[in-house]
């Protein structure tokens, strides 16, 4: 009888050190978390250099300047910033007005006077100034200016990512916890 008895012996100590390697991967996620936010923040500039992926509604500004929109003077794409810890990734920007251009909607403009500088000749600047530089002021009414949604950032407002983002931070898990298994 002990003829046709078979025993196998499993060596399971690879298997045990890369489980351990994945729960010790599972603690501190820091190196994970620092490649998503690296992800978002090289989406964020692609968005921009394509000018939004789908292609973003031209504003008006960009459209007489034959210049690219949401990038007239650089403020918006230079604030964007990214932080990250054992156990998130944030990408964000705390420029006043990045909300409105994010997810669009209506500003409601007050009665106000706005400031220009008027030059020797008697032409007046089309920029506004602040009051101390100005020297010519006009009155502006109130008004509603609606902005339509040109998304920069890779993910929306409820959370769902940008096509295409979501497969390249699966990726960086997948990346993470295989050399994490191989410790």
Not at 3 to 18: H, I, K, S, Y
Not at 53 to 78: C, E, F, I, N, Y
Request: proline share 4%; with cysteine; charged share 25%.
């Amino acid at each position: 009888m002990k003829q046709n008895m078979m025993q196998l012996t499993v060596r399971d100590g690879p298997l045990r050190l890369a489980l351990k390697g994945l729960a010790a991967a599972g603690t501190d996620m820091t190196p994970l978390m620092r490649a998503i936010a690296g992800t978002l923040a090289t989406e964020t500039a692609v968005n921009f250099e394509e000018e939004g992926r789908p292609p973003w509604v031209p504003s008006l500004a960009a459209q007489k300047r034959d210049g690219m929109t949401l990038s007239d003077t650089g403020h918006l794409r230079r604030s964007i910033t990214t932080d990250c810890d054992a156990h998130s990734a944030v990408i964000g920007t705390n420029v006043e007005y990045a909300r409105i251009h994010q997810m669009g909607g209506k500003v409601e403009r007050k009665n106000r006077e706005v400031y220009f500088k008027q030059g020797k000749d008697g032409t007046i600047g089309r920029r506004f100034v602040k009051k101390a530089h100005s020297n010519f002021a006009q009155a502006a009414r109130d008004h509603t200016a609606e902005y339509p949604a040109r998304p920069y950032l890779p993910v929306s407002a409820d959370g769902t990512l940008q096509d295409g983002v979501e497969q390249k931070l699966l990726d960086s898990a997948l990346k993470y916890l295989q050399n994490a298994a191989r410790r």
